[in-house]
């Protein structure tokens, strides 16, 4: 009967051996599929960023206009007068221009 006692415990701390391995495998598995979920996230929202860059915007063809005086950036055309300097910032470079005429907004 000490036979049974004893191998009572062994036989309790293999289960609980058993038990723990399987819970383990089974949060390395959760924990595998949480961290790819938010590397898609974190990829798609570097794309997303990426995408709404101003230095991708000026890729696209757009420019940024600044008074060559403050460098305030224009954002009417009200805020320059005629033969009033200004820069435009593109892609790759600025240029110099000055205002020889203004147009009435659509």
């Given at each position: 009967?000490?036979?049974?006692?004893?191998?009572?415990?062994?036989?309790?701390?293999?289960?609980?051996?058993?038990?723990?391995?399987?819970?383990?495998?089974?949060?390395?598995?959760?924990?595998?599929?949480?961290?790819?979920?938010?590397?898609?996230?974190?990829?798609?929202?570097?794309?997303?960023?990426?995408?709404?860059?101003?230095?991708?915007?000026?890729?696209?063809?757009?420019?940024?206009?600044?008074?060559?005086?403050?460098?305030?950036?224009?954002?009417?055309?009200?805020?320059?007068?005629?033969?009033?300097?200004?820069?435009?910032?593109?892609?790759?470079?600025?240029?110099?221009?000055?205002?020889t005429e203004k147009f009435p907004n659509p």
């Open positions: 009967t000490n036979r049974f006692i004893a191998a009572a415990p062994q036989q309790r701390i293999a289960s609980q051996k058993a038990i723990l391995n399987e819970k383990k495998i089974r949060l390395t598995n959760l924990i595998q599929r949480v961290l790819e979920s938010r590397q898609f996230q974190l990829r798609r929202f570097a794309g997303l960023l990426d995408a709404l860059s101003p230095l991708k915007v000026l890729d696209r063809g757009y420019s940024v206009v600044r008074e060559s005086d403050t460098g305030q950036v224009v954002k009417d055309a009200q805020e320059l007068k005629i033969g009033q300097n200004f820069q435009i910032q593109l892609a790759r470079g600025k240029i110099g221009a000055q205002v």
